[in-house]
């Protein structure tokens, strides 16, 4: 089976995308992780397929590199620059993802503007934070995040006893100055460091707020720099520390890197 593709990146993430509005492709979870392979596949953090919706403009179907599903904030930005590509929008869309329908919004200068879902509930663990932002994420703050072992850290809390059976992505976040801070993460379905990681920073940008951070936060990662912009409380619950925000927004590049064919 040869499969047209194309391969984005979204700071540093990246991703095999595929335009499946014709329904010719199901794959399994084998030939996910087959694909997404950087030794005898393409080599992605994670593969979509853009397929039809029928009230919305698109449908968007994401695996992680081993084959699992979950929201994933940054390829949902990749799918956005490529649906335009597609004619499936102009500057603004509306696509169901994951965890429910999303916004969106392609800036003029290739800029994505993901709106992610209200998060209702936030838990904390001592100085540890956890929430879901599409997926889960556990946020730990940190002096220097250079000097973490992600992958070994990471790997500890993702596989805890608190988290089975489902696991979690891990954060670690430095505070920096000018309202900004730097984020590493270890993501769950890929097992390793990602270079960027949009539900991930938008969870970190969140628990940043706890720590005197205001709307918007700007972000560093090892793949560049997004921004998470949000608004605190509501129905009477005054402020974050109540753990409610809504009108969150992901904003960062995504950019085709090629396109090409591959023998499945």
């Known amino acids: ?121 936030v838990k904390q663990n001592g100085p540890d934070y956890f929430m879901n932002t599409g997926s889960p994420h556990h946020l730990q703050f940190v002096p220097d995040a250079e000097k973490i072992n992600v992958v070994d850290s990471g790997r500890k809390i993702r596989y805890s006893e608190e988290y089975r059976p489902g696991g979690t992505n891990v954060n670690f976040i430095q505070l920096l100055d000018n309202n900004t801070i730097f984020v590493r993460t270890y993501e769950r379905g890929v097992e390793d460091e990602t270079f960027s990681c949009g539900t991930g920073v938008t969870a970190a940008a969140l628990a940043a707020s706890f720590q005197g951070y205001t709307s918007p936060v700007h972000i560093k990662v090892k793949g560049g720099e997004l921004d998470v912009a949000f608004k605190t409380g509501q129905a009477g619950l005054p402020t974050g520390q109540a753990g409610t925000f809504h009108d969150i927004y992901l904003v960062g590049p995504a950019k085709m890197v090629f396109e090409g064919a591959l023998e499945l």
């Open 1 to 121: 089976m040869k499969i047209q593709f194309t391969k984005y990146q979204a700071t540093g993430n990246d991703f095999v995308l595929i335009d499946n509005r014709s329904t010719q492709y199901s794959f399994t979870q084998e030939q996910v992780i087959k694909i997404c392979d950087r030794r005898f596949g393409v080599g992605a953090d994670g593969l979509m397929l853009i397929e039809e919706h029928p009230t919305l403009d698109f449908n968007l179907v994401y695996y992680n590199s081993d084959g699992s599903q979950s929201l994933c904030g940054n390829g949902s930005r990749a799918a956005v620059a490529m649906a335009a590509t597609l004619g499936l929008l102009k500057d603004k869309t509306t696509f169901q993802a994951y965890d429910g329908a999303h916004e969106a919004e392609l800036l003029p200068t290739g800029i994505v503007r993901l709106k992610m879902n209200p998060v209702s509930e």
